[in-house]
Each structure stands twice: as structure tokens, then as C-alpha cells.
């Protein structure tokens, strides 16, 4: 009996441990049940609908950093860009002028997809009063 358990506890254990991975770049795993709309996403007018492409994470994390800063996707894929940030916000700055500027706050995702090949510049600036942080430069590549 007590062997019973002790095995039903190592494999609750390993399935709670294997749904916790993840990977920071790439396409993102489905977090959640819930459809993206639900989850506060945000998604441009006249882009292909979610779910036709794959979704790629680019997270904007304290101290000026973006990862990935750079990032190669196919034409039809969504980026999925998120705030790591607990306090204060972030603007996102196309500067080829594909959506307007974004204000990106904690856990709440932007997602844009990209229907054009070509190389697409960004800006990502930390807006709080107090910040004195450096400009995130983020470039995507599609093909």
C-alpha cells in the first residue's frame, strides 16, 4: 500500500515538473486553456486570425533586457510580445510604423502578426517616472 503511494506521488510529481518547462524563444506552448482573447491579448485589425501561424515570445524583462533581441520567423507567424516588468510599463515602438505604440504592462501580452517578409525594427522603452533604463532594440526577421 504505502509502495502504491510512493509511486503515485513520484509520477504526480514528474507530470507537475514536466508542465512547469518551458522555453524563453521559439513557439510558445499553450500556457492555458483559455482562447487569447480571454487571457487580455491584443491583435492588430486585418491580420491573419490567431491560431494560423506559430506564436513566438519575445519578453521584455527589468534592466533593459529583451529576449530574444533578435529573431527569425516565417511569414504568418505571431509574435507574442510580454512584460516581465512587475512594476511600470513599457511602450513598444514600431519603427516601420506596423501598429501604433503599444503601452505593454505586466502579464499582459501583445500579439501581432506578421503577413510580410522583410526586417522590422522595434524600440522598447521603460515609461515609469523613475526610470533611467536604456532603450530595448529588438529586430524580426521575416521570411
Keep these: 500500500m504505502k509502495g502504491n503511494i510512493l509511486v ?8 507537475f515538473a514536466s508542465g512547469c518547462a ?10 492555458s486553456n483559455t482562447p487569447a ?19 513566438h515570445i519575445v519578453r521584455l524583462e527589468n534592466y533593459g533586457v529583451a529576449k530574444p533581441s533578435e529573431l527569425e520567423v516565417p511569414k504568418g507567424d505571431l509574435i507574442s510580445w ?4 512587475r512594476q511600470g510599463n513599457y511602450v513598444l515602438i514600431s519603427e516601420d510604423g506596423l501598429f501604433s505604440d503599444e503601452t505593454l504592462s505586466y502579464r499582459v501580452p501583445f500579439v501581432y502578426t506578421f503577413n510580410n517578409t522583410g526586417t ?13 533604463m ?3 532594440n529588438v529586430t524580426i526577421r521575416v521570411s
Design 8 to 15: 503515485l506521488l513520484l509520477v504526480f510529481v514528474f507530470l
Design 22 to 31: 518551458g522555453k524563453d524563444a521559439g513557439p510558445a506552448s499553450d500556457e
Design 37 to 55: 482573447q480571454e487571457a487580455g491579448v491584443t491583435e492588430q485589425e486585418g491580420n491573419v486570425p490567431l491560431g494560423t501561424g506559430d506564436e
Design 82 to 85: 510580454r512584460s516581465d516588468k
Design 120 to 132: 522590422y525594427r522595434f524600440i522598447v522603452k521603460d515609461i515609469s517616472e523613475t526610470s533611467n
Design 134 to 136: 536604456p532603450e530595448m
